[in-house]
Nanobody, 121 residues
Framework: QVQLVESGGGLVQAGGSLRLSCAAS????????MSWFRQAPGKEREFVSA????????TYADSVKGRFTISRDNAKNMLYLQMNGLKPEDTAVYYC??????????????WGKGTLVTVSS
């Protein structure tokens, strides 16, 4: 079983950038498709991006397409989310998750505890 710990969140002004990291423990990381979800206050958790186990395919929510980039380094057991052009509506707790290629939360069986991203206007 893999365990996930996110980092890299913080306070940033609109238009700024942040890079989120997700450190995975366990030797099975490279076998899982990975994703980022986010949850804003008072809202449901929503899909942000996903990447296949090999990194050969990625997908993004329309709201972040062209601004966010997902990547992974299987040798280091790391998942990343580079976020550029941040907007106040990107404010949320960001979670990484391991599971099966999908944009649905139910298809991911392991979750981190999240890292808070706050974008000021």
């Amino acid at each position: 079983q893999v365990q996930l710990v996110e980092s890299g969140g913080g306070l940033v002004q609109a238009g700024g950038s942040l890079r989120l990291s997700c450190a995975a423990s366990g030797r099975t990381f490279s076998g899982y498709d990975m994703s980022w979800f986010r949850q804003a206050p008072g809202k449901e958790r929503e899909f942000v991006s996903a990447i296949t186990w090999s990194g050969s395919a990625v997908t993004y929510a329309d709201s972040v397409k062209g601004r966010f980039t997902i990547s992974r380094d299987n040798a280091k057991n790391m998942l990343y989310l580079q976020m550029n052009g941040l907007k106040p509506e990107d404010t949320a707790v960001y979670y990484c998750a391991a599971g099966t290629w999908s944009d649905l939360a139910r298809d991911y069986h392991t979750w981190g505890k999240g890292t808070l991203v706050t974008v000021s206007s």
